[in-house]
């Protein structure tokens, strides 16, 4: 089956620094990949859409100065949390979609990041 | 909002009873997606029912939809201590012409040996 990863699994970093995190189809080609993020025992909630090779598109509400997302091949995504605060810390997910099948979505097992 | 609501937020039972989660969503879909994830992890798909179907069946998962009522259910039969988890339904937005899904608000299920 598909596989997605991402990584780190877990970063702990101080406030006001950035933080890198890499998601990646292993076994295909994503066209598309999103970015989630979750607080505790709540919902996933989507951030933005990514298109290889084109600009990220943002939901309503999420900035896209803060959480800068770079697609720049088909099996790569990354999402930087620029400036990070302490409200930033939240579980930080990401899904793959390829050509072939694109209703269905293959999740990375997330990333959890905490800013002290 | 645009999120989808289950209910219940929480459900616990004895194993090998029955868990019933619902989803009901707000706008036309293309098709209904559920999910399962562990805590802390990842999520895992389960099942999906396109919008001409009214009932799917994988192994001991039932899934319905009605889309006349823009709900859906996931059974579990049988449930074992291991079935433990968040479940979520997830829906596309098929005005959107992306392939962007809207998560709904997830059951907690907890399964007691």
């Known amino acids: 089956g598909a596989v997605v990863s991402q990584h780190p699994s877990w970063v702990i970093c101080k406030s006001g620094t950035s933080v890198k995190i890499e998601c990646r189809s292993l076994?295909?080609?994503?066209?598309?990949m999103f970015w989630y993020r979750q607080f505790p025992k709540q919902s996933l909630m989507l951030m933005a859409t990514?298109?290889?090779?084109?600009?990220?598109?943002?939901e309503q509400g999420v900035e896209k100065d803060k959480f800068l997302i770079n697609h720049a091949s088909l099996t790569l995504s990354t999402l930087t949390v620029t400036s990070a605060h302490p409200e930033d810390s939240s579980f930080y997910i990401c899904?793959?979609?390829?050509?072939?099948?694109?209703?269905?979505?293959?999740f990375g097992p997330g990333t959890r990041l905490t800013v002290t | 909002s645009q999120q989808g609501e289950e209910d219940p937020q929480a459900l616990s039972i004895q194993e090998g009873e029955n868990a019933t989660m619902n989803c009901s969503y707000k706008?036309?879909?293309?098709?209904l997606q559920w999910y399962r994830q562990n805590s802390g992890r990842g999520l895992v798909h389960l099942i999906l029912?396109?919008?001409?179907?009214r009932e799917k069946h994988s192994g001991r998962l039932r899934v319905t939809l009605d889309t006349s009522k823009k709900s859906s259910s996931l059974l579990i039969t049988a449930s074992r201590a291991a079935d433990t988890a968040s479940y979520f339904c997830?829906?596309?937005?098929?005005?959107?012409?992306?392939?962007?899904?809207?998560f709904g608000t997830g059951t907690r299920l907890k399964v007691l040996a």
């Open positions: 899904s793959a979609i390829s050509g072939s099948r694109s209703y269905e979505q293959y």
């Open positions: 076994d295909f080609q994503a066209t598309t």
């Open positions: 990514s298109n290889e090779g084109s600009k990220a598109t943002y």
């Open positions: 706008t036309s879909i293309n098709n």
């Open positions: 029912i396109r919008s001409n179907e």
């Open positions: 997830a829906t596309d937005l098929s005005a959107s012409g992306t392939y962007k899904y809207i």
